[in-house]
């Protein structure tokens, strides 16, 4: 764990009213779990205005949050970070390419529902799209994520080993609480949801105030 030394993860202070909305939680959930000392730092929208252009004038290309640096090198985007972290970690990434690649959709996946859910909590969107997302789209995709979870033993995406795109999923949850998980409708993401609460250093992390 050495090469993750002097680890710091950079996201917003808040996000429509919270301290964990968004996605630099994926990030920090899968530190917090690993056990990963490290530094949050996190800025308003003017900081980052100013701290965005001391980047571009460091020729970092299209630097956005979050990011992280190790011994102050700047590595970007969620994904792609959860990918880097992971094989630095040497777990989280699943086991073979079949697994890697499935991995690889489950995160796609997960954008995209993102991309479908902020169209109806950002921007003042009209009734109709938050109906349509509410009544439609949001049970389909819950529902899908719930039949991807009965594919194996459970808990997690992969069954029993935990994986970076777990971490996106639990979030996503998290984020989106236009339904509300429960057992009876939807058993595998249930518990799912419990499995990833009980992870020994999940469990400690969840229970502060998350700042
Ligand atoms: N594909 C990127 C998108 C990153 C992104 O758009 N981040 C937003 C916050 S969630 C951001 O930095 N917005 C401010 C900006 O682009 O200057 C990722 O997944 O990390």
């Not at 992971?86 to 890697?100: A, Q, R, T």
Request: charged share 25%; glycine share 6%.
């Amino acid at each position: 764990m050495s090469a993750l030394k002097n680890l710091k993860l950079y996201y917003f202070t808040v996000v429509q009213g919270s301290t964990t909305m968004g996605r630099g939680e994926n990030i920090r959930l899968l530190l917090e779990d690993a056990g990963v000392d490290f530094e949050y730092i996190r800025y308003n929208a003017a900081q980052w205005q100013e701290e965005k252009q001391k980047l571009l004038d460091q020729n970092i290309r299209n630097p956005t949050m979050p990011f992280i640096t190790i011994d102050g090198k700047y590595y970007g985007k969620t994904a792609p970070l959860l990918r880097f972290l992971s094989h630095k970690l040497g777990k989280y990434e699943g086991d073979n390419e079949d697994e890697f690649q499935l991995l690889d959709v489950y995160t796609d996946m997960a954008n995209d529902w993102v991309g479908r859910w902020v169209k109806t909590v950002f921007g003042n969107p009209s009734e109709e799209t938050v109906k349509t997302y509410r009544e439609e789209t949001a049970p389909q995709t819950f529902k899908t994520w719930d039949d991807i979870l009965s594919d194996t033993k459970g808990p997690f995406l992969l069954g029993e080993k935990i994986s970076y795109a777990d971490f996106t999923l639990f979030h996503m949850l998290e984020d989106d609480t236009t339904i509300k998980v429960c057992a009876e409708t939807y058993p595998h993401l249930s518990a799912f949801v419990e499995a990833v609460n009980n992870r020994p250093n999940l469990k400690k992390y969840l229970a502060t105030d998350r700042k």
